[in-house]
């Protein structure tokens, strides 16, 4: 009989081994530094290591009264040991993530009964616990699936070897099978690579990427399910994404999988953190609080992290061992499952009102306000035109087509271009072969091949509208009241190529401020 009690004594004598171990190896490693010089030389090159060491975790203040505390030592032993010991306690543990979560797994198996009823069957006792929190449910599989944990005297766990204990999470995002997708921007976030893998990631990433690597073009403002479903679509066609358009796969699937009775009801929200240089978006699940800067009891899914060679988790993170922690913090909700839809379009204009400081502008994709925005009213032809545009720069692997979509949805939005006019140069740039940008002027040729990925964005109305006016205006092969399909929507981009331009020029300048308000 396993006892709770006994756990948390081998988990405290893990973590006091573990830093025994740091504290003898950095006792050898400075004394084959140090010990050879002359005294005087060895005492400033450790007194300056050691301040340099401590500006890492302390202020200046704090590392001036430890480094006295060190210069008052009498010899170079003792400093050296004086050196060993604020390492060890500082130094990050190997079994780190182990030690966090067990704690919160003693939580969770809180009785004696609990605790020996999964070890002796843990597959077992996460699928017949399926009411158990996502979370709850990832601190389990992890733990139980750490040889360090079923090694400890009290635990004494023999596993079979690739025996694998895994949650529904966990085997919905191995579904996905992330590690054979490229991540289109890796060359742009090398810092981001699971070093390990840098090469074949950046390798895949030539393969699959047109375009030179651009920030600042990432996730919308506001998604709804269609939208997600389409953008996931493109994604498994295309075996590549970046950061906002992997989420969508992910939330895709897990929203299917719910609908099916295959995952357990959870709350899924899209976040974007956004700084000055741009965006990252991944799924926060059960984040059951308005306040997203409190992230304790969640889970962090980022199918971007797996492109990026970070795989061991499949995707799936608490706030403790993400491996982007710089990116939880200023947090802005792009969809959320437990809102509708309806209520959620609003969102967009509310994020954006004057009052809020942002706005969200073509060039930018959140530009500080320096003066009261202006409220324009958007036709419904605009908003469709608009729609369309972003929808086109969520399926494009190609920056510089993300970005002239990005210029198109101003343009459309202050008028500058009929909304007939961003739609047909959209459509055309999207399905062009090659596209540069010279200065302040697009230009793209030829075409690519066409498929049915998107064709339900153009059937859409009045999308669809445009493009039965446009073949009967010019004689196009597609009846009034056909749906476009793959022969029809070829129809459409060739004439568009022999007829339409193949240039777009930015204007002199888009205006920041203005806020688009829903009719």
Known sequence: MRN????????????????????????????????????????????????NLCLSYKNSSE???LLSTLQGLD????????????????????????????????????????????????????????????????????????????????????VAPNTFIYTPLTKAMYQLHLPDYASTDAARFPQCINEDAKESILEKAKKDYYGP???????????????????????????????????????????????????????IKMVSHNHDLGSHTFLLIDH????????????????????MGHVSTYGIYTKDNYPFSGMLTQLTCCYDNQVPEAKQNLSEHKACKPGSGYA???????????????????????????????????????????????????????????????????TLAFYARAIEKDADKYLWKNLNAMDDSLLSLFNQEPIHNLWLQLAKKNNLAIPPSQQIDVPALIEIVRFLNTNEDHTFS???KHTNNVVPKCT
Request: aromatic share 6%; hydrophobic share 40%.
């Open 360 to 426: 969200i502008t073509p060039s930018n994709f959140f530009t500080r306000l320096t003066t009261s925005p202006k409220e324009i009213v958007l036709s419904r032809e605009q908003k469709a035109a608009i729609d369309f545009l972003n929808t086109l720069a969520q399926h494009t692997g190609n920056s510089v087509k993300r970005d002239l979509m990005k210029e198109l949805v101003g343009a459309v939005k202050t008028k500058e271009i009929a909304a007939k006019k961003g739609v047909t140069l959209g």
């Open 213 to 267: 690597p651009v920030i600042g073009t990432g996730a919308l403002p506001n998604y709804n399910r269609k939208a997600i479903e389409q953008t996931a679509k493109h994604v498994k066609k295309l075996k590549m994404g970046e950061c906002h358009s992997f989420a969508q796969l992910a939330a895709d699937h897990f929203l299917n999988l719910i609908d099916s009775g295959q995952l357990p009801p959870m709350h």
């Open 75 to 158: 010899n170079l032993n003792d400093k050296i040991n004086f050196f060993a010991r604020f390492v060890s306690e500082k130094s990050k543990l190997p079994s780190e993530n182990l030690i966090i979560n067990s704690e919160k797994f003693l939580a969770i198996l809180n009785n004696d009964n609990d605790l020996n009823s999964f070890i002796a069957n843990p597959q077992a006792y996460l699928d017949s616990h399926r009411t158990t929190s996502a979370y709850n449910q990832q601190i389990l599989q992890s733990v139980i699936n750490d040889p360090k944990f079923n090694s400890l005297p009290s635990v004494h766990r023999v």
């Open 506 to 508: 930015l204007p002199a």
């Open 4 to 51: 709770r009690g006994e756990v948390r004594k081998d988990i405290a004598n893990l973590i006091q081994n573990e830093r025994i171990k740091i504290f003898n190896n950095t006792i050898t490693i400075l004394k084959k530094k140090f010990l050879n010089e002359s005294p005087s030389d060895a005492n400033l090159s450790l007194e300056n290591l050691f301040e």
């Open 63 to 65: 590392t001036a009264l």
């Open 288 to 307: 059951n609080s308005d306040d997203l800067n409190e992230l304790a009891n969640c889970l962090i899914v980022d199918p971007w992290a797996v492109a």
